[in-house]
């Protein structure tokens, strides 16, 4: 079975410009979840999606958005690129029914975004 | 909110043991995770409490607590390549979801 797959694995932006951000979850996994992480604040959670619906969002500026598929992959938006916004965007995905139980998260590899 | 807070750094032997300790403040608490994370490398799931007591998984064993907001993560037989970064996550159902809040980590160095 194949792994989450994030899709670039780098990019390089500058400032104003905006990217988008691409996963693809393990078959049969309904949830997809987007995370930051920065050295300093560790792993944060974005937003995470769940049946082509955003079903949670994390504290973060409306310049970051995103959306869900039908094949349940998943992209991710920034628009108005800033400085801070450099870091590894790591998407998750798992088994989740959208009953309440839980279930672990398979990570992909990342895409390492630098804005200049 | 969450907090969740673990240490930053932990130095351990080759062939040790090590226990990495992780507090937790949170309401609609649903699940504890450990991940661990080499450099550079994606997080990967350990092992998952939901109830109190200890879940043993080879070299790793992982302790909760729900009353006390606590869990501590054992590594047996410590090898080289246990050197990485560990993350404590808290699952909790809020708002309709669940949702995963992680610590920002412990850098094990394992040394000879």
């Known amino acids: 079975k194949a792994g989450v797959t994030q899709t670039p694995r780098y990019l390089i932006k500058t400032r104003g410009q905006q990217v988008t951000l691409s996963c693809s979850p393990i078959?049969?996994?309904?949830?997809v979840s987007w995370y930051q992480q920065t050295p300093g604040q560790g792993l944060q959670f974005l937003f995470e999606?769940?049946?082509?619906?955003?079903?949670n969002k994390g504290n973060f500026p409306g310049r970051f958005s995103g959306r869900q598929f039908s094949n349940s992959r998943s992209e991710m938006n920034v628009s108005t690129l800033e400085l801070g916004d450099s870091a590894l965007y790591l998407c998750?995905?798992?088994?989740?029914?959208?009953?309440?139980?839980?279930?672990?998260?398979?990570f992909g590899p990342g895409t390492r975004l630098t804005v200049t | 909110g969450q907090n969740i807070d673990q240490p930053t750094e932990m130095t351990a032997t080759e062939g040790a043991i090590v226990q990495i300790n992780c507090t937790y403040q949170t309401s609609g608490f649903n699940g504890l995770f450990w991940y661990q994370q080499h450099a550079g490398e994606a997080p990967t799931f350990l092992s998952y409490?939901?109830?109190?007591g200890l879940e043993e998984k080879g070299r790793f064993s992982s302790f909760l607590s729900r009353s006390k907001g606590y869990s501590y993560l054992l590594l047996k037989e410590l090898q080289m390549k246990d050197s990485a970064s560990y993350l404590c996550?808290?699952?909790?159902?809020?708002?309709?979801?669940?949702?995963?809040?992680f610590g920002t980590g412990t850098r094990l160095t394992v040394i000879p």
């Open positions: 078959s049969g996994h309904r949830s």
């Open positions: 998750a995905s798992s088994l989740d029914r959208g009953t309440g139980v839980s279930y672990e998260q398979y």
């Open positions: 996550a808290v699952r909790a159902y809020q708002t309709g979801a669940n949702n995963l809040f």
């Open positions: 409490n939901v109830l109190d």
């Open positions: 999606y769940f049946s082509e619906t955003q079903r």
